[in-house]
């Protein structure tokens, strides 16, 4: 069982930047493809952005594309999403997902096996 946990959210002003970070727990982190979605109050959740196992591959939405940026670290069993020059509707929880080892990197939030509990982003106009 893959357990993963974010942190790095917080409140933020419009133009601003911001790290988060997924810590996952087990061995078959280095297998698995992750990514991270967001869900802001009275919509769905989302699609942000995906890596491959390696990171060769990534994929990203276009409302957050060129401004966010993710990245993983094998070594340490963690995924990161860079956020740079965030705007009032980034606001939202967002979540760390991991697919099953072995699998396809995805945009589908259907195609998720694990998540974390998410964490609040707030940006400030």
């Known amino acids: 069982q893959v357990q993963l946990v974010e942190s790095g959210g917080e409140l933020v002003q419009a133009g601003g930047s911001l790290r988060l970070s997924c810590a996952a727990s087990?061995?078959?982190?280095?297998?698995?493809?992750m990514g991270w979605f967001r869900q802001a109050p009275g919509k769905e959740r989302e699609f942000v952005a995906a890596i491959s196992q390696k990171g060769g591959i990534t994929y990203y939405a276009d409302s957050v594309k060129v401004r966010f940026t993710i990245s993983r670290d094998n070594a340490k069993n963690t995924v990161y999403l860079q956020m740079n020059d965030m705007k009032p509707e980034d606001t939202a929880v967002y979540y760390c997902?991991?697919?099953?080892?072995?699998?396809?990197?995805?945009?589908?939030?259907?195609?998720?096996?694990?998540w974390g509990q998410g964490t609040q982003v707030t940006v400030s106009s």
């Open positions: 997902a991991a697919r099953a080892p072995w699998s396809t990197t995805s945009r589908y939030r259907e195609r998720y096996d694990y």
């Open positions: 087990g061995r078959t982190f280095s297998s698995q493809p």
